[in-house]
């Protein structure tokens, strides 16, 4: 039976957001997405989490040196979400709804750009304890 | 490279139940299923993740509402099984042997009726810290 | 030796908010509070303890009934800050820099005036998983 | 200024429960305990908690042996509820509501007797990841 | 749509270690795993996940009794990793530099030769509570 | 009645230690230490967290800005013993066995000289998720 090894590195970032939609008024953005869409916004403690795929490398014993890992993670996203407001302040997601499966895509194709071809399997996002998306290959 | 978004939702309810088989006696109960086939029962504060996959719907930028995901699994699982005994109170569970893969198994089952034809992934329930089990489809 | 009992209700909430002194400007606020002082205001998922202390009372087996105190927090803390920006939505928190200190002092103030006197011990507020702050009785 | 030093260790046990008092029919335990009544019982995960203080033995490092402490959780307390129903199959609970706090002031006076004189603190239980109650010396 | 059952085991172990390949003197290993190679070695309290998947027995409710499972990875792993150096007193890593990866991959290994064929699925090491590697089978 | 403020700030580190008391041979460590004088060593993740109260400056609506607490903490204390072995490596903890106990009280001492006098509580550690230590004020 065919064998395969990941690595997954986890991180963290605290954000403000509002679920609305620029295109509806106030009333019809609450009747979407309820006390999400409050105004003056919200906040959470994101969880980050990024799966990548491959090889074991004999001389390094690792599938990816999660410190390289943790340097794209910073530089591409948690410099640009970490204690910023995610409607407005960051480049990647201009026009999109900053809900949290919009959120996973969104790093997911950020990371894809920088990763070797193949390896990124997953990006997973826990807004809450409760709530969760991920975003990935549709065979990882 | 084919991709897909999932969203999970998180629950807890804490229930009393007792790992045995009408069909053994108590002494034959407690060889297969040890302490937990103890007569007077014992309980679990159990977490419940249900996972759901579909498009991100651009409208909302969401695969599902988390809050309607919410209330189905409130009305078809936890006000049955909340503060309840799992081996007499639940109908749902009638004849069946609580372990957690039958509690996971007649979840998704549950669920699944309710649930666009395709969406629901997986249940996933712990038992304990230590002690899980899930049921879901063989591809996901 | 004297002995005591307490009870600990824990509750969430997610809010946004930013560190800044109204009388100084963008600059002067960074300097002081750095990246929690971005204009733009970021969140935070809140977790909130609130601790009261009393005899057992025979009848009940409670130091204070559990769901009446969650009531109480839901309607004097919950209901205010849950999905609010904390600098400019919460009547409890007007005037003051919403550091997680004061945050914490103005809670206790809120449910000290409707608990029984001296039932109080303690509100204790994880800003993230890193930093906290407590208020409450210096004997406590 | 004075200082001190203190250990903990923490165990987990599985135990079914049901919030009544005898004196009481159905009705009116619910109407005190509200579900936390149900006849057929429910049950939780419990964590506890058990500080213990002293001087730091300089041939051995330690306030007390966390293993020898362990011996004595185990012995006392946790061969006697775990797996077990706490309204009928536990000897130090005879006669008392299995509230948390109850089973805190229990557990402390199961402890108390065999710990040397003047080292038990405190004893909390976590009933779930919301209520805990703890019992222990009223200055510490 | 075809339905599996999974069951996951979750066990913990606590290890010195040292990334760092024999072939290499002290600072190529620094260039090549920087803190990680220190001679003196650190250590982890490892968290290590072990998933078996198969059809629920309807004579035990059961995919695999987990009381079993936690035996053979007491025997086969915990027995010789849990208070050791995981560099120089663990059989079944001789020759391997250490990395969460390795270890995924060496307890894979381990207990694929225990269990009934196919049952296996997943082993899955936290090293901390950043980083996380999983050896498994490529279709699950 | 008199209130107070205090704020907590949680750390990591990961290091390597031995239970062990150089005046004895290899077997009366066994005998007093069990094995965590296992001559290879073994590690763990500590949590460290510290404690500091204070009033609630008005300009900065802190006790003590958590940014300078992490500052002195990771020259003080982390810098000295993540990825090292406490036995050999930390100036802080020659010749003291480096149990929980230890390490809680030397680290207390290392940051009490730093700090404003008065302002440190306590500091605790979390060697495994069952087992603690906090050394601090007999008065907080």
Redesign the interface.
Known sequence: ????????????F????R?F?PALDDAQNFA?????S?P??????YRLEVTVEGP?DP?????LD??RLHEAVQELVLDKV????LN??VDFLRG???????L??CI?QQLEARLPA?RLVRVRIDE????????????G
Chains 1, 2, 3, 4, 5, 6 share one sequence.
């Open positions: 039976m065919e064998t395969m090894a990941r690595v997954t590195r986890k991180e963290h605290s954000a403000a957001h679920l939609d979407r997405f309820g006390p999400c409050n003056g916004g919200h906040g959470h403690n074991i001389s390094t014993g690792m599938v999660l410190r970490d204690h910023r407001h407005s302040e999109v709804i900053p809900t949290t499966e919009n996973a895509r997911y193949g809450t304890d409760r709530n969760s998306a991920e975003y990935g290959r549709s065979d």
